[in-house]
C-alpha cells in the first residue's frame, strides 16, 4: 500500500507542477472564456481520462522490457519531457491568451461544450510532457492504476483551477518561470534513468 501511495503521490505531485502551466490550463482557459464553465469541466476531466489511460498502457508495454531498456526508455521520455518545457519556458513567442480572454462566452447546448472542449484538450495532451511524465512513471512503479489515478486527479485539479479561478489566475502565475522549474525536474529524473541504465 506504501508503493501505491507514493506512485499516486509523486504522478500528482508532478504532473500538477508539469501542466500547471502549461497546454491544458491554457486551452481549458480558453474554453471558459468561450462556453459555459460545467460543461467546460466535463469534457476536459473526460479527455483527461481517455488520455490517462493511453499513457498507462503505453507505460505497462514498457514495464514488460528488461530493466535497463526501461530505464533507458525513461530517460528518453523524461529528457524529452524537459527539452519540451525548457524550450516553451525560454520561448520568446507572445502569450495567446490575451485575445481569448477577452471574447465573450458563446451560448451552445452543454452537449456541444462538453463534445468541443473533450476534444481540444484530447488533441493537446498528446505527446505533452504530462502524458511522457504518466508513462515513464507506469513504467518505473509497479503500480500503473495510482500512477494513472494521481496523473488525472492532478489534471483534474489544473482544468479545475482554470475553471474556479478564469482570468485572473493569468494576472499571479508566472508559466514561463514554472515551466523552467518543471524542465529541470524532469532532467534530474532523466539522468536518474540514465544512471540506472548505466549502473544497472
Excluded: H
Aim: hydrophobic fraction near 60%; charge should be positive; proline fraction near 4%.
Amino acid at each position: 500500500m506504501t508503493s501505491a501511495l507514493l506512485a499516486l503521490g509523486t504522478a500528482f505531485v508532478l504532473v500538477l507542477v508539469v501542466d500547471l502551466p502549461d497546454k491544458p490550463l491554457a486551452a481549458t482557459l480558453i474554453l471558459t472564456t468561450r462556453y459555459r464553465p460545467w460543461p467546460v469541466f466535463v469534457g476536459v476531466c473526460a479527455a483527461f481520462a481517455v488520455q490517462c489511460v493511453i499513457a498507462v498502457a503505453f507505460g505497462t508495454a514498457l514495464a514488460l522490457l528488461p530493466d535497463r531498456a526501461v530505464a533507458a526508455l525513461v530517460a528518453v521520455l523524461f529528457a524529452a519531457g524537459a527539452f519540451l518545457l525548457l524550450r516553451e519556458g525560454f520561448s520568446r513567442e507572445p502569450d495567446e491568451l490575451a485575445d481569448a480572454v477577452r471574447s465573450r462566452p458563446a451560448v451552445v447546448s452543454f452537449r456541444r461544450a462538453a463534445l468541443t472542449s473533450f476534444g481540444v484538450l484530447f488533441a493537446a495532451e498528446w505527446g505533452d510532457a504530462s502524458q511522457l511524465a504518466t508513462a515513464g512513471l507506469t513504467a518505473r512503479f509497479d503500480s500503473p492504476v495510482w500512477v494513472g489515478l494521481g496523473a488525472w486527479l492532478a489534471l483534474i485539479a489544473v482544468g479545475g483551477i482554470a475553471v474556479l479561478l478564469g482570468r485572473t489566475i493569468r494576472e499571479r502565475l508566472q508559466p514561463r518561470l514554472i515551466q523552467r522549474v518543471a524542465g529541470v525536474v524532469f532532467a534530474a529524473f532523466a539522468l536518474l534513468a540514465l544512471g540506472q541504465t548505466v549502473l544497472g
